[in-house]
């Protein structure tokens, strides 16, 4: 079992910019691929980014992309999204997940744990 928890949310002006953290418990976090979903209300939770086992690569969507950045720090056992030039578009209840020797899917199915939620509010 491996326990997620998210932090780092909060209110933002547009242009503005936020960085979220999740913290795993457990000993083989190198081991996870990292991802980071969000789910607007009235909307279905939706990719944002993911980090691979074991090379690290770095996936995007495409609405984030140029603009977000994920990282992981093993030794720390965290996984970060820095959010920057942040849109109204962008507020949602933001979600980390972990998957298993995964590849950085964008298929919310492939990631076996998730995190409670962030919330991150952008206003115009």
């Known amino acids: 079992q491996v326990r997620l928890v998210e932090s780092g949310g909060g209110l933002v002006q547009a242009g503005g910019s936020l960085r979220l953290s999740c913290a795993a418990s457990?000993?083989?976090?190198?081991?996870?691929?990292m991802g980071w979903f969000r789910q607007a209300p009235g909307k279905e939770r939706e990719f944002v980014a993911a980090i691979s086992w074991p090379a690290g690569s770095t996936y995007y969507a495409d609405s984030v992309k140029g603009r977000f950045t994920i990282s992981r720090d093993n030794a720390k056992n965290t996984v970060s999204l820095q959010m920057n030039s942040l849109k109204p578009e962008d507020t949602a209840l933001y979600y980390c997940?972990?998957?298993?020797?995964?590849?950085?899917?964008?298929?919310?199915?492939?990631?076996?744990?998730w995190g409670q939620g962030t919330q991150v509010t952008v206003s115009s």
């Open positions: 997940a972990a998957d298993a020797y995964g590849l950085g899917s964008f298929v919310v199915d492939e990631y076996e744990y």
């Open positions: 457990t000993r083989t976090f190198s081991t996870y691929a």
